[in-house]
């Protein structure tokens, strides 16, 4: 349906604007009368119809809602219903105060379907960019459950929890990138274009170089003639790899190398153990059921081995096992996760021990990540010091040998 930007007059005479989904021109001016506005302009919002389409088409263009953003927007809703706003004039308040033309529209559309008789949890199931298939299922049951603020206020709290947990990751691996990217142009420069104008010199003495320079020198020379070759391999891996990457049995296979890798391995199942008890624990406290809480739980699991392995706890506990014994059967989950969901299960506490179990993880995600980046700072350091090294001495002992030919 067409998208219609408008500016007009409410009932109180205040000027008002948005966006609002109509048929046609007319339709959109039809609306907006039994609305009580008075609609001054009213224009169909092209680019936006143009961006939904081609989103539609290729969902990996979807530009999605920054975690942090989508955060606070929660809680502000969570705030305003909370402190007896209704629903519409909550969007309306959160509409209008949005700094992003993209947040605002998207808002307003919202609204205009709110108004038209349908729940948020649809209304916002339009816009897969902004809100997932948890955050729609947890408002629906929300709604259902009649506490919809208190499952934003969850969710709010969940968001932030998640985009503190990539921070994290992110900030942990950012010094090391930058260092890698930094030395690599540096070594890049001097073996393309130091070392060929050293070469010329050492070149017209007719003397005998060194292993190590006529090792640096050949790398050179290999580098400078054929970088075109190295460029377009270096693409085609990367092309390659992306294309089995984005296969069903080329990404589990890759996840399933990344489970076995012996530091690494062992702190992607930390992360995904947290974001797993995490997500269960506040869709289970929301209202959600065990089964469409897993299959919301399976959506944000990265790990397809691990993914795989949610799904099969799902189908056993249709047939009446308990989430930790069939968990158990993977041997990919760690084995406290698992022994805390038995408590919370013989106990009837399981969402407080999925809590406790999320924040333990957490925890130590945290220290992996930051003893990996300790560990890498030092070891790159080295092998840069290594190169640096290996490069002056390649440059060096020429011009010793011909300091005592001199001589």
């Known amino acids: 349906m067409p998208v219609y930007g408008y500016r007009g007059l409410a009932a109180d005479g205040r000027s008002v604007s948005g966006v609002i989904d109509a048929d046609s021109a007319r339709g959109a001016r039809g609306k907006l009368r039994g609305l009580g506005i008075f609609p ?10 143009r961006r939904r389409s081609l989103s539609e088409r290729m969902p990996g263009l979807r530009r ?5 953003d989508l955060a606070m927007l929660t809680r502000q809703l969570g705030s305003l219903l909370g402190g007896g706003v209704p629903l519409l004039d ?17 808002l307003s559309q919202v609204r205009e379907r709110v108004r038209e008789g349908i729940s948020l949890a649809d209304a916002m199931k339009e816009h897969p960019e902004s809100f997932s298939d948890l955050y729609v299922h947890m408002v629906r049951a929300g709604e259902q459950a009649g506490a919809l603020e208190v499952v934003l206020e969850r969710l709010a709290d969940y968001g932030e929890a998640q985009a503190e947990l990539v921070r994290k990751v992110r900030g942990a691996l950012t010094y090391p990138f930058i260092m890698m990217l930094v030395g690599t142009a540096i070594m890049g420069f001097l073996v393309t ?20 320079t006529q090792v640096l020198v050949g790398f050179s020379d290999f580098l400078t003639t054929y970088w075109w070759l190295i460029v377009g391999g270096i693409a085609g891996l990367i092309a390659a790899f992306s294309y089995w990457l984005s296969t069903a049995r080329g990404r589990y296979q890759w996840d399933t190398w990344v489970l076995r890798l012996p530091y690494i391995g062992n702190t992607v199942t930390k992360i995904v153990a947290a974001r797993f008890a995490r997500t269960l624990a506040t869709l289970l406290s929301s209202g959600v059921q065990v089964l469409p809480a897993l299959d919301a739980v399976k959506l944000i699991i990265t790990n397809k081995r691990m993914a795989e392995a949610v799904q099969e ?19 990919l989950f760690p084995p406290m996760l698992i022994e805390m969901i038995r408590v919370g299960e013989r106990s009837g506490e399981l969402e407080p021990m999925l809590e406790k179990a999320a924040a333990a993880y957490e925890r130590e995600v945290a220290a992996s990540l930051a003893q990996m980046t300790t560990l890498l700072e030092p070891l790159m350091t080295i092998m840069m010091a290594g190169m640096i090294v290996f490069m002056i001495l390649a440059v060096l002992m020429p011009i010793f040998q011909l300091n005592q030919l001199m001589q």
Do not use: C, H
């Open 193 to 212: 274009y130091v070392i060929p104008q050293v070469a010329t010199i050492f070149s017209q003495t007719n003397q005998a170089l060194p292993i190590t």
């Open 64 to 68: 999605k809602m920054p975690a942090g």
């Open 40 to 49: 001054t302009d009213v224009n169909e919002e092209i680019a936006v119809a």
């Open 90 to 106: 909550a969007l309306t308040v959160l509409s209008d105060q949005a700094l992003k033309p993209p947040v605002k529209k998207m």
């Open 313 to 331: 706890s799902r189908d056993s506990i249709r047939e009446g096992s308990g989430i930790g014994q069939t968990l158990a059967r993977s041997r």
